[in-house]
């Protein structure tokens, strides 16, 4: 089985600050990780992912993910917050020997960057 | 959300009543997907299918049916709607290439109300 945790529902920040997003996973076999974002009323836009090789990865407006196999996290950063940041952010999952490719979503952290 | 769509966006409906909601693909996806979006659970699977014809049941499939009968349609059906069936819906597509980790596309999601 997979599973991921979102252990945050609300993240706030200032404006210019470092955020994190944090994301913890479990999978029986190598894990494919994936960040999105859901704007009001919108669906969810991809961000990044991880399937193998470097362990930090950058993805769309500035963001970036570093998988951590020891510590099964997948933490979301920014060096310096938007308020446009704010939004609804999902961590996801899957088990890279699900023959179905679905993945497993977090519960969603909203992200809350204040000017 | 370029190539896929869902409708309605919207649908107030009574209960006891069918419901069926669409989504429609331009991209040739193998996989599609039905979700949920509630607060407090982030995305729960509902159906997905992996080929025309081709179906299974995700984590919260009481309730609900699915029907593929060509590539770019999946459709998703309440047979009879309860107010616990409130919530925001969305569809999602993905291809099928092995060991690219790819993930999800999401439509703009339907927002349907159970009365």
């Known amino acids: 089985a997979q599973s991921v945790a979102q252990p945050e529902d609300q993240v706030n920040v200032a404006e210019g600050n470092p955020l994190t997003v944090k994301c913890t996973y479990s999978?029986?076999?190598?894990?494919?990780l994936f960040w999105y974002v859901q704007y009001p009323n919108r669906g969810l836009q991809f961000l990044l992912k991880?399937?193998?090789?470097?362990?930090l990865v950058k993805g769309s407006y500035g963001f970036e993910a570093e998988f951590n196999k020891s510590q099964t996290s997948f933490h979301l950063k920014k060096p310096s917050a938007l308020v446009s940041d704010s939004a609804l952010y999902f961590c996801?999952?899957?088990?890279?020997?699900?023959?179905?490719?679905?993945?497993?979503f977090g519960g969603g952290t909203r992200l809350m960057v204040k000017p | 959300d370029a190539g896929i769509t869902q409708s309605p966006r919207h649908k107030v409906t009574e209960t006891g009543t069918p419901v069926t909601l669409r989504c429609h693909q331009t991209?040739?996806?193998?996989?599609m997907y039905w979700y949920r979006q509630d607060p407090g659970h982030g995305l729960r699977l509902i159906h997905y299918?992996?080929?025309?014809?081709?179906?299974d049941k995700g984590e919260v499939s009481d309730g609900y049916s699915v029907s593929r009968s060509k590539t770019e349609d999946f459709l998703l059906t309440l047979e009879s709607a309860t107010s616990s069936q409130t919530s925001v819906y969305f569809c999602?597509?993905?291809?099928?290439?092995?060991?690219?980790?790819?993930?999800?596309?999401f439509g703009s999601g339907t927002r349907l109300t159970v009365v």
């Open positions: 991880y399937i193998t090789g470097d362990n």
């Open positions: 299918s992996y080929g025309v014809k081709d179906t």
């Open positions: 999978v029986s076999g190598n894990p494919y």
């Open positions: 991209e040739n996806h193998r996989y």
């Open positions: 996801a999952v899957r088990d890279g020997g699900n023959a179905g490719n679905m993945l497993t």
């Open positions: 999602a597509i993905s291809e099928s290439k092995p060991l690219m980790g790819y993930g999800y596309t």
